[in-house]
């Protein structure tokens, strides 16, 4: 017998892969209304800053920089930045990534990073993602001072930043602390809550939500967005709260490039994962997960309703698909079994080169028909 594999279960149960879809977009909705909320804060630090900066280093107001890269502000070595490895370091490599002892000629990049520094929650900010050469002209750089410190090099503005990445604005800014009514400098605070619902649906082992699990996801980004000093700080309302309602009950019609971008995005995880999985087995199943995410999205262009489609629509064609699904894997299995029998029936005369020909042959139906049930 071939080692088992863990399989994601083809035919998923079709409400907790329902659910699932629900979740996702639940998620995305948050993100989109927590996103311009986030986007004016961090403007308004920036702004702030440099307007500070200018005024007690007598500097002509709106003076900015765009000398310093991120290396030349940090001191060598830094603990998990760089470290010096016989005498060389690969992050401070060159004459012009070298850290400037007299900070920057124009006396703002240090002074800004100072600041930075201050307004984090945990005193570490995300060096490693950001361009401090940007720093004075796009706000998104700074704000990627707050993101976790890996995977985010290449993002340059919020839209492009998931989740994840913005809830961490949110919670390492300390800026969020004095207008979020939630205390966020506690541990499991609503957007602490809300950070874990989104890195859970994201890496959801099998694509399926259970409903009660499904029911507390809702009830804690609903926290988020009901916040009363979120409120407060939300000057353009998107209506999330009562897209999430409706999507809770199933009412809700959807652009269909919104379920396409939002099952690309978890796409895109899980080819990074297949992509950094070393265990064989686990990285069929994230293949499997990304077919059944590529074949959903191939009926959702098939759903003919031009631009919108409603849940009940999406849910009924999710169904149709696995119905279909069920429907090939039975027949492979039964014409599996004929073959083996077929097979299995021809006499051996003990000759042993017919025996070891037949297993081989078996096990060649048997490799066949699991490649068939990954395909579909
Ligand atoms: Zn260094
Ligand atoms: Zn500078």
């Known amino acids: 017998m071939a080692a088992a594999v863990p399989t994601v279960s083809v035919p998923l149960s079709n409400s907790k892969f329902f659910n699932w879809i629900k979740a996702a977009l639940a998620v995305f909705y948050t993100k989109e209304e927590i996103e311009p909320v986030v986007i004016d804060e961090v403007k308004y630090f920036q702004q702030n800053c440099l307007h500070t900066i200018s005024s007690s280093n007598s500097l002509p107001a709106g003076s900015t920089c765009s000398k310093c890269c991120t290396e030349n502000l940090i001191v060598c070595p830094t603990n998990r930045i760089c470290n010096v490895n016989r005498g060389k370091c690969y992050y401070h490599k060159n004459v012009a990534t070298q850290f400037r002892p007299s900070g920057c000629p124009n006396k703002i990049c240090h002074n800004l990073k100072s600041e930075i520094e201050k307004a984090h929650r945990y005193h570490g900010p995300s060096y490693k993602n950001t361009d401090a050469t940007k720093w004075c002209s796009n ?3 700074i704000a990627k001072c707050y993101l976790p ?11 492009e930043t998931n989740f994840n990445g913005i809830i961490s604005v949110i919670i390492n800014h300390k800026g969020f602390e004095a207008k979020i009514k939630d205390d966020l400098s506690k541990k499991n605070n609503i957007f602490d809550k809300g950070r874990d619902v989104g890195k859970t649906v994201r890496h959801s082992p099998n694509l399926e939500v259970e409903d009660t699990d499904l029911t507390q996801y809702f009830t804690i980004l609903n926290n988020i967005l009901t ?4 409120v407060a ?3 353009s309302p998107n209506n999330a709260i009562q897209k999430l309602a409706k999507l809770q009950s199933d009412d809700l019609i959807i652009g269909k490039d919104v379920v396409r971008k939002v099952l690309d995005d978890v796409g895109k995880t899980i080819q990074e994962q297949i992509r950094n999985e070393m265990d064989v087995y686990k990285q069929k199943t994230e293949e499997r997960k990304l077919e059944l995410i590529n074949s959903v999205n191939l009926k959702i262009k098939d759903i003919e309703e031009k631009g919108n489609v409603s849940l009940a629509k999406l849910k009924s064609s999710i169904d149709a698909f696995e119905t279909k699904v069920t429907e090939s894997i039975q027949e492979i299995d039964s014409r599996t079994r004929k073959g083996i029998e077929t097979i299995e029936s021809v006499t051996n005369d003990g000759v042993q080169n017919v025996k070891e020909e037949k297993e081989n042959a078996i096990k ?13």
């Open 364 to 376: 060649e139906i048997q490799k066949a028909a699991e490649k068939c049930k990954t395909i579909l």
């Open 227 to 230: 916040d009363p000093g979120f």
């Open 139 to 141: 706000a998104w750089e």
């Open 149 to 159: 410190p890996d995977g985010y090099k290449d993002v340059s503005n919020a839209s």
């Open 233 to 235: 700080m939300n000057k």
